[in-house]
């Protein structure tokens, strides 16, 4: 070997050498991320110390937030009365507080719920309005707001508009303007009683099968299999035009209790348009016929301290079956 070939070899062990050094220090180090830091506090049930012990939760962190803008997202997309879904609004409004406390320059909510799309009724039912209201908290609806903004930005160039109208608008405190109710089993039992036979018949399947009103519209008599007692739905009506039902599960088989089939029966036999292409409940003229027009709870009520001055249609059906569930009908869960 020459001095050459020499030098070269000995070029080649030392990088090789330090090669692996090199390589061992790089997996011998943890490059995964750090883990995030919990803290689990104590509390029996929801109380006016909520705020003190979210605020002293977040502390033990010791995050600095002074002046930032914090944006929480707390999963509100589902309520049921008196009873917490997802987050607790309590919980919300608390931890809200915990970090204007410690120096937040803003704190905004944001929320954009899939199930239900009226925001401004999921805020009030769940206390969330309330919440953010007494601590001046702006929320933003993350379905709409920016979509709004956007629309307002494009009036600003196209119109020449000094702003944007709508920067700074903020929805006042929403309270719905009826209250909600629901019949006595006596009134429910009265109304059924007053109401016509094919009025009957139509709040009778609705409420026992589930129907929504426009798949109840557009139902047929060749969609009712009497022999399996079941109607099937296929369709449905919307101000005079019939498509498919909202979703794919909206196709589906609605069982029908032996009553109902009856009072079906006994309207079939009242009325001339009964080929199978027919609609079940239909005008004179053989469209669907609009449930809203054609009867009025006010007028079909005895006297009770429970009046109404507008027609609502079959509104009041799911509401309370127990009317018909003492005429002998089964009760039914809509999947709505």
Same mark, same amino acid.
């Given at each position: 070997?020459?001095?050459?070939?020499?030098?070269?070899?000995?070029?080649?062990?030392?990088?090789?050498?330090?090669?692996?050094?090199?390589?061992?220090?790089?997996?011998?180090?943890?490059?995964?991320?750090?883990?995030?830091?919990?803290?689990?506090? @104590?509390?029996?049930?929801?109380?006016?110390?909520?705020?003190?012990?979210?605020?002293?939760g977040i502390r033990l962190f010791s995050l600095d937030i002074r002046g930032k803008s914090v944006l929480?997202?707390?999963?509100?997309?589902?309520?049921?009365?008196?009873?917490?879904?997802?987050?607790?609004?309590?919980?919300?409004?608390?931890?809200?507080?915990?970090?204007?406390?410690?120096?937040?320059?803003? #704190?905004?909510?944001?929320?954009?719920?899939?199930?239900?799309?009226?925001?401004?009724?999921?805020?009030?039912?769940?206390?969330?309005?309330?919440?953010?209201?007494?601590?001046?908290?702006?929320?933003?609806?993350?379905?709409?707001?920016? #979509?709004?903004?956007?629309?307002?930005?494009?009036?600003?160039?196209?119109?020449?508009?000094? %702003? @944007?109208?709508?920067?700074?608008? &903020?929805?006042?405190?929403?309270?719905?303007?009826?209250?909600?109710?629901?019949?006595?089993?006596?009134?429910? @039992?009265?109304?059924?009683?007053?109401?016509?036979?094919?009025?009957?018949?139509? #709040?009778?399947?609705?409420?026992?099968?589930?129907?929504?009103?426009?798949?109840?519209?557009?139902?047929?008599?060749?969609?009712?299999n009497e022999s399996e007692g079941c109607i099937r739905v296929k369709e449905h009506h919307y101000r005079?035009?019939?498509?498919?039902?909202?979703?794919?599960?909206? $196709?589906? /088989?609605?069982?029908?209790?032996?009553? #109902?089939?009856?009072?079906?029966? &006994?309207?079939?036999?009242?009325?001339?348009?009964? %080929?199978?292409?027919?609609?079940?409940?239909?005008?004179?003229?053989? %469209?669907?016929?609009?449930?809203?027009?054609? $009867?009025?709870?006010?007028?079909?009520?005895?006297?009770?301290?429970?009046?109404f001055r507008a027609p609502i249609g079959l509104r009041f059906d799911a509401r309370s079956p127990t009317?018909?569930? /003492?005429?002998? $009908?089964?009760?039914?869960?809509?999947?709505?």
């Open positions: 070997m020459n001095r050459r070939d020499w030098l070269i070899a000995a070029a080649a062990v030392t990088g090789s050498a330090f090669t692996m050094r090199l390589q061992k220090r790089k997996h011998s180090q943890d490059f995964r991320p750090k883990q995030s830091r919990i803290a689990i506090l @104590n509390m029996d049930h929801y109380s006016d110390k909520l705020d003190e012990l979210v605020y002293d929480l997202k707390p999963n509100i997309v589902e309520y049921i009365p008196g009873e917490p879904v997802n987050t607790d609004a309590r919980l919300i409004g608390a931890a809200a507080e915990a970090f204007l406390r410690l120096g937040a320059g803003s #704190v905004t909510v944001g929320e954009g719920p899939g199930h239900h799309r009226d925001t401004d009724l999921l805020l009030y039912e769940t206390g969330l309005s309330d919440q953010l209201a007494h601590r001046n908290v702006r929320f933003v609806d993350l379905n709409r707001d920016e #979509v709004m903004n956007a629309v307002m930005r494009t009036a600003v160039t196209w119109y020449g508009l000094e %702003k @944007n109208p709508a920067h700074g608008v &903020e929805i006042g405190r929403i309270r719905p303007v009826r209250k909600k109710w629901a019949l006595t089993t006596v009134q429910a @039992n009265a109304l059924l009683e007053k109401l016509k036979l094919k009025a009957r018949t139509m #709040v009778a399947l609705d409420i026992t099968t589930g129907l929504r009103r426009g798949e109840l519209e557009a139902a047929r008599w060749e969609d009712l005079g035009h019939i498509d498919d039902p909202k979703t794919e599960a909206g $196709f589906r /088989n609605a069982p029908v209790p032996a009553p #109902v089939l009856a009072l079906l029966q &006994e309207w079939k036999k009242a009325i001339r348009r009964t %080929k199978p292409a027919d609609f079940i409940f239909a005008t004179r003229n053989g %469209k669907p016929e609009a449930a809203t027009t054609f $009867f009025d709870v006010t007028s079909t009520l005895p006297a009770t301290p429970l009046r009317g018909p569930i /003492n005429m002998g $009908f089964p009760p039914k869960i809509s999947p709505r």
